[in-house]
C-alpha cells in the first residue's frame, strides 16, 4: 500500500474539517489515458468537455476531471479510449448514465423527476418579466 | 481555569441577551419603557463578555491545552502558533463561538452609537438582535460547548487538516463570518422597522453601512476561498458549483441585491417592502447556508464534521428566527406603503430590474443546490453541477449586466434615451465588436463568449458615470460604485479568459525531460524530497520560461502530514501579467517517470484581481457613506446648537 | 402589492423546512445503486487475478445456476472484514466469483492466504472496466446473478454477519 488516499477537501464557506476517513488506494500503475491525453486536440477537447460534466463516484462532489481517485482515473481512460474511437460525448454519457443513473452526470436532463429543474426557471423568468412589467409600466 | 472563565463568560453573555430581549420587547408596549434604558448597556457588555469568551478559546488552543476535548480534538502540539490559533476556529464549536462573538459586537456597535432612529425602532432591533444571538448561545452551552474539559487530558491532539493548514485559510471564515453574521444587523434592522412600521430612508441608510460591510466581507471570502480551492486542490478549477460554495454566493447574491434596493429607499423612499424583504432573506441565506453545510445532508466536496442533532438545532433556529421574520412581514409589508413613483427610465428602474435578476439568479442557485435533496426524498438521486447553473444563470445574468452597464448613468426618477443614447451606443458597439471578433478569429463557446464581450462593454461603461463631472468633487461613495462595476467587468473577463483560452498539458516526464504548455517550456530538473514542521513532501524542481526567455525555478510538491494523516499537493505558480502558469508534480509511474500536470491560464488572475476590486469599490462606498453621514450630523448638530443660541 | 404575495416567501420557506427536516430524520446513504439490475450481465473476460483459481468470463454465469459475483480488492479494508462472512456464504452452498479490481497478482495472493479464498474463479479487472460496466461504483459489493446471468440483486458494501440470511435468500430467489 503506497499511498494513502487524497481526499481532496476543498472548502470555501465554512471550517468545519474532521480528520476524514483515510482510505487505502491501489499500487496498480492508472489507466492508460487517465493521465494522458489524446494525440489529437478536437477529440481531447470533446473528452475534456464531458470529463468536466461527469460525477467521480466515489468522491464526495467532484468530476472525474477533478479527482485523484482511482477509478475517476480509470473512467477518463474510458472517456478518452471511447472517444478516440469515434464515440459520440453524449452516447458515452449515456452509456454511463445506463448504469449508474442520472447521478453520474452532472447535466441533468429533463425527465419526469427533473422537469422542475427547468420549469422554474422559466417560471422565474414569467415572474421576473410580470413583476418588472408591473412595478414599471404606469409609473411617471 | 481558562476554559472555566471562558464558559462563564459565555453563560453571562447568554444571560444578558436575554435581559436585552426582554427589556427591549417590553418597551414595545405602552408603559413598558421603564427598563428600556438597559437595553443598550446590556448589548454592549454581552458583546464584550462574548470577545473575551472568545478570547479565552484562542488562548486555549494557543496553549495546546489537551484537557479541552476541542484541543484535543482539533490541535496538535507541533504545529505553527498561527495554525494553532487559526484551529480554534476550524471546527464546529469554534466557529460557532466566532459567530455568536462577531453578532454580539455587531450588536454593540450599533447599542453605543446608533442614534438616529426613532428610540422605539432602535429597541425592537437590538431586541431582534438577542433573540437571534439567544438561539445561538443555547446551541453552543447546550450542545456545542467549545470548552468542555476530557475527563482525562490527552496526549496527543488529533490534529487540523492540513488544507486548513494554509495562511489564507487563517483568514477565510472569520472573513466569512463576519459577512455572514453582519447581514444579522440588517436583519435585525428590517424586523425593528417592521415592529414599529418605521421603513423610512433613514432606516435604508442606517442600515446600508452594515449591509456593505457585510458585503465586503462576503465579497473578500468568496474571493478568496476560490482562490484557495484553486491553488490548493490542483487541478486548476476555481469554481465548481458545490453546495458549499454555493452556500457562500447565496448570501452574496441578496447582499447585493439589497445594497442596491436599499440606495433606492434611502435616495427615494421607493421599495419599501422590497427593501425589508431581502433585510429577511439575506441573513436568511446566511443561516440556510449553515445548516446545509453543518447538517451534512448535502453530498459536498467540502468536508464537515457532520451531526444530525447540528442540524436539527440549527434548523429550528432557522425555522423560528427566519419563519417568524417572513410571518411578521407577509402581516404587516401590506400596511407599509410602497413609496415614491418612478418611470422604467431612471436610475430606480434599472436598479429594480437589476433586483429582480440577482433574485432570480439566488433562485436557480438555491433550487439547484436543494433539488437533489428533493429528488432524494423520493430515493433518485441526480446530480446537477455546471453544465447546469452555468447555462441557466446567464439567461439572468446577461440582461442584469446590460442594464448595470447602463443604469449608473440614469437619473433618478426619470430619464430620457436622448440623454443617454450616445453612451448607450458606444458601450453597445464594443459589445458586438468584441462578440463579431471572437466569432470569427476564434472558435469560442457561446458563454466565454458573451462573457468577453460583456467584460469588454462593463468596463467601458463602469467609467461612463464619471463623464462630465468634476472628478475632485465627486462623492467617495461614486467612485465606489466606479471601482465595484469595473471590478466585476475584470472578473468576468478573468472567467471568461480562463475558459476560452486555457491549455492544458498532462505529461509522464523523467527528471531532465520538459514539457511545452501554450507559450511556456517546463523542464523537469530534479524530484527530492523534503520536509516541514509536520509534513514531508516529494518536490518537483522545474525551471519555466516564456516563449523561451529566462528560466523560472518553480518547485510544486506532492506532500505527506502525519497528524492527521493526509496527502496535498501544492501546485506552483508563475504569475505573469498576462496570464498563469500552473504546475503539478504528481506520482511516479511504473517507468519512473513523473505525472506532471501543467496548465497556461492567461487572465485567470484578474478574476480575483476583479473580486478584490469589488470589495474595494465596496470599502470607498462604505467610507462615503459614513463620512457623507458624520458631516450630515455635524450640520445638524451645529444647525440645532445654532437654534439653541437663539433660543437663548 | 397585492396581500397574497406577502405569503409567498413565507410558504416557500415552510417547504424548505419540511423538506430539510424530512431529509434529517432519513439516514443518509451515499450509495449510487447500479442502474444493471434486471439486466443481463455485461459480456467480459477477464483474465485469471490468481495462480489457483481459474479466470473469468461472463460466460461462466450462464450455466443455469445462480452465483454471487464478488468485486474486491486486497487494497481495500471492507473487503477483509467481509472475507468471513464470503466464507460463511460458500459454506452454505453458495458459489463466489471474484472480480479483484486494479490488483497485482502477489498482492491478491497474499490477500488470498491472509484472510481467506471462498471464490470459485477470480478474474482480475485491472482498469475497472467490468465494474463499470456492471454499475458498481466501489468495493466491495457484491451481485447476484440468475442461471441466465440477469443481474438481480447488488450488495454496496462490506457483508454483514447478519447480511448473510439475506443474501442467501436472494441467491434462492434467483433459482426460480
Request: proline residues 6%; contains cysteine; hydrophobic residues 50%.
Amino acid at each position: 500500500m503506497r499511498a494513502l488516499s487524497t481526499i481532496h477537501t476543498a472548502l470555501v464557506a465554512f471550517m468545519i474539517i474532521v480528520t476524514l476517513p483515510v482510505a487505502a488506494q491501489d499500487a496498480v500503475p492508472p489507466a492508460p489515458y487517465a493521465n494522458v491525453q489524446l494525440p489529437d486536440p478536437a477529440q481531447e477537447a470533446k473528452a475534456e468537455a464531458l470529463m468536466e460534466t461527469l460525477r467521480c463516484l466515489k468522491c464526495q462532489s467532484q468530476s472525474i476531471a477533478d479527482s485523484d481517485a482511482s477509478m475517476a482515473g480509470d473512467m477518463r481512460s474510458q472517456v478518452r479510449e471511447r472517444i478516440a474511437r469515434g464515440e459520440d460525448p453524449e452516447a458515452i454519457r449515456a452509456w454511463l448514465m445506463e448504469r449508474y443513473g442520472d447521478y453520474v452526470s452532472y447535466a441533468p436532463r429533463v425527465s419526469e423527476t427533473t422537469w422542475p429543474l427547468f420549469a422554474v426557471p422559466l417560471l422565474l423568468a414569467l415572474v421576473a418579466g410580470l413583476v418588472l412589467l408591473r412595478r414599471l409600466r404606469g409609473r411617471t | 481555569m481558562i476554559a472555566e472563565l471562558g464558559l462563564v463568560a459565555l453563560w453571562l453573555a447568554a444571560s444578558l441577551a436575554a435581559l436585552q430581549l426582554v427589556t427591549g420587547a417590553l418597551a414595545q408596549q405602552v408603559g413598558g419603557d421603564e427598563l428600556a434604558v438597559l437595553t443598550r448597556p446590556a448589548a454592549i457588555v454581552q458583546g464584550l463578555l462574548a470577545a473575551f469568551a472568545f478570547l479565552m478559546l484562542l488562548v486555549v488552543f494557543g496553549q495546546t491545552d489537551l484537557s479541552v476535548k476541542l484541543v484535543a480534538m482539533n490541535s496538535h502540539s507541533e504545529k505553527p502558533l498561527i495554525f494553532k490559533l487559526s484551529g480554534a476556529f476550524g471546527n464546529h464549536e469554534g466557529s460557532m463561538l466566532l459567530w455568536v462573538t462577531i453578532m454580539a459586537l455587531a450588536g454593540a456597535m450599533i447599542a453605543a452609537i446608533e442614534h438616529r432612529l426613532p428610540e422605539k425602532t432602535m429597541l425592537a432591533t437590538l431586541a431582534a438582535q438577542a433573540f437571534v444571538g439567544l438561539g445561538f448561545y443555547a446551541f453552543l452551552l447546550f450542545s456545542s460547548n467549545p470548552f468542555e474539559r476530557l475527563p482525562t487530558p490527552a496526549l496527543q491532539g488529533q490534529g487540523l487538516n492540513p488544507l486548513l493548514q494554509d495562511i489564507g485559510l487563517v483568514f477565510h471564515p472569520p472573513t466569512l463570518y463576519v459577512g455572514y453574521v453582519g447581514l444579522s444587523v440588517a436583519f435585525s434592522f428590517a424586523v425593528g422597522a417592521l415592529v414599529t412600521r418605521q421603513v423610512t430612508p433613514d432606516f435604508a441608510r442606517i442600515m446600508r453601512p452594515w449591509v456593505l460591510g457585510a458585503w465586503i466581507f462576503l465579497t473578500l471570502g468568496i474571493t478568496a476561498g476560490s482562490y484557495w480551492a484553486y491553488y490548493e486542490l490542483g487541478w486548476g478549477g476555481w469554481w465548481f458549483w458545490d453546495p458549499v460554495e454555493n452556500a457562500s454566493l447565496m448570501p452574496w447574491l441578496a447582499a447585493t441585491a439589497l445594497l442596491h434596493s436599499a440606495s433606492v429607499l434611502a435616495a427615494r423612499d421607493a421599495l419599501r417592502a422590497w427593501t425589508i424583504m431581502l433585510g429577511v432573506v439575506a441573513f436568511s441565506m446566511s443561516m440556510v447556508g449553515t445548516f446545509l453545510v453543518r447538517s451534512g445532508i448535502l453530498t459536498s466536496v467540502h468536508a464537515f464534521a457532520v451531526d444530525p442533532e447540528r442540524g436539527t438545532f440549527i434548523l429550528a433556529l432557522l425555522a423560528i428566527n427566519i419563519g417568524g421574520a417572513l410571518l411578521l412581514f407577509a402581516l404587516r409589508a401590506g400596511t407599509v406603503a410602497e413609496g415614491k413613483r418612478f418611470s422604467v427610465l431612471s436610475r430606480e428602474g434599472a436598479l429594480v430590474f437589476n433586483n429582480v435578476m440577482l433574485s432570480a439568479v439566488l433562485g436557480i442557485v438555491l433550487l439547484g443546490t436543494l433539488y437533489p435533496l428533493v429528488t432524494e426524498a423520493f430515493n433518485v438521486r441526480v446530480s446537477v453541477g455546471p453544465p447546469y447553473f452555468n447555462p441557466v444563470s446567464a439567461i439572468f445574468v446577461f440582461p442584469m449586466l446590460a442594464v448595470m452597464a447602463v443604469g449608473p448613468l440614469l437619473r433618478w426618477r426619470q430619464d430620457g434615451m436622448q440623454r443617454i443614447g450616445r453612451p448607450v451606443l458606444i458601450v453597445a458597439l464594443v459589445a458586438l465588436l468584441v462578440l463579431a471578433g471572437g466569432w470569427t478569429f476564434a472558435s469560442i463557446h457561446l458563454l466565454p463568449l458573451l462573457g468577453l464581450a460583456f467584460s469588454a462593454a462593463l468596463a467601458i461603461a463602469a467609467f461612463m458615470p464619471l463623464r462630465g463631472r468634476n472628478l475632485r468633487l465627486l462623492p467617495i461613495a461614486t467612485w465606489g460604485m466606479v471601482a465595484a462595476h469595473f471590478g466585476i467587468a475584470v472578473a468576468l473577463f478573468g472567467m471568461a479568459s480562463e475558459s476560452a483560452f486555457s491549455k492544458e498539458k498532462l505529461a509522464a516526464i523523467e527528471a531532465g525531460g520538459s514539457a511545452d504548455v501554450g507559450p511556456w517550456t517546463v523542464v523537469l530538473t530534479d524530484v527530492v524530497p523534503t520536509a516541514g514542521p509536520n509534513w514531508t513532501a516529494l518536490e518537483g524542481q522545474m525551471l519555466a520560461s516564456y516563449e523561451g526567455g529566462p528560466p523560472i525555478a518553480i518547485a510544486p510538491q506532492s506532500r505527506n502530514f502525519w497528524a492527521p494523516p493526509q496527502e496535498t499537493t501544492e501546485s506552483a505558480l508563475v504569475t505573469r501579467w498576462n496570464g498563469q502558469l500552473y504546475a503539478v508534480v504528481g506520482r511516479e509511474t511504473a517507468e519512473g517517470r513523473w505525472q506532471l500536470r501543467l496548465w497556461w491560464k492567461p487572465f485567470v488572475i484578474f478574476i480575483w484581481l476583479g473580486g478584490a476590486l469589488v470589495a474595494l469599490g465596496g470599502l470607498l462606498a462604505l467610507i462615503g457613506r459614513v463620512l457623507a453621514d458624520l458631516k450630515r450630523r455635524t450640520v445638524k448638530a451645529r444647525a440645532a446648537e445654532r437654534r439653541a443660541e437663539s433660543a437663548a | 402589492m397585492k396581500r397574497w404575495t406577502l405569503w409567498v416567501p413565507l410558504t416557500l420557506f415552510l417547504g424548505f423546512c419540511v423538506l430539510a427536516g424530512y431529509q434529517l430524520t432519513q439516514p443518509k446513504d451515499d450509495f449510487v445503486v447500479s442502474r444493471m439490475i434486471g439486466k443481463p450481465l455485461p459480456d467480459f473476460d477477464l483474465h485469471a487475478a490468481s495462480l489457483d483459481r481459474p479466470a473469468l468470463a461472463s460466460s461462466y454465469f450462464h450455466d443455469g445456476k445462480p452465483h454471487l459475483l464478488n468485486v474486491f480488492a486486497s487494497w481495500c479494508i471492507p473487503c477483509a472484514a467481509e472475507a468471513p462472512q464470503l466464507e460463511a456464504l460458500r459454506r452454505r452452498g453458495a458459489d463466489i466469483a471474484g472480480i479483484a479490481i486494479r490488483d497485482r497478482p502477489e498482492d491478491v495472493a497474499d490477500y488470498l492466504t491472509r484472510y481467506g479464498n471462498p471464490y470459485s474463479r477470480i478474474g482480475s479487472d485491472d482498469l475497472s472496466q467490468v465494474q463499470l460496466d456492471i454499475g458498481s461504483s466501489g468495493v466491495p459489493e457484491t451481485f447476484v446473478i440468475d442461471g441466465k446471468g440477469i443481474i438481480r440483486y447488488q450488495h454496496i458494501g462490506d457483508i454483514r454477519p447478519d447480511d448473510v440470511p439475506l443474501m442467501i435468500g436472494k441467491l434462492r430467489e434467483a433459482e426460480q
